[in-house]
């Protein structure tokens, strides 16, 4: 499922159009990039966590010259599905 069809989905699901549709999937998204960006997690009970994951610098190697080559640390965003989530997927 692409953003546009999300859109579609979150309107006929809500009963939005879809402009208003729209507008509330940008909010959300911006909502967690801005938290994320802050170090902080956001929370949904029963569908998951988004966090910031650090990771360390390290050495690394490039496969096309076999020259080892410093990787800065950096952070990632992660996502870990909630109890309700998991269980939904595996009925």
């Not at 801005?34 to 902080?40: A, I, W």
């Not at 956001?42 to 990787?71: C, Q, W, Y």
Request: glycine content about 6%.
């Amino acid at each position: 499922m692409n953003k546009a069809e999300m859109i579609a989905a979150i309107a006929q699901e809500a009963e939005f159009s879809k402009k208003d549709a729209e507008k509330a999937l940008t909010a959300f998204m911006e909502i967690v990039t801005k938290e994320l960006q802050k170090g902080e997690k956001v929370s949904l009970v029963g569908f998951g966590t988004f966090e910031v994951s650090k990771r360390a610098a390290r050495e690394g190697r490039n496969p096309a010259t076999n020259k080892t080559i410093k990787i800065p640390a950096s952070k990632a965003p992660k996502f870990k599905a909630g109890k309700a989530l998991k269980e939904a997927v595996n009925k």
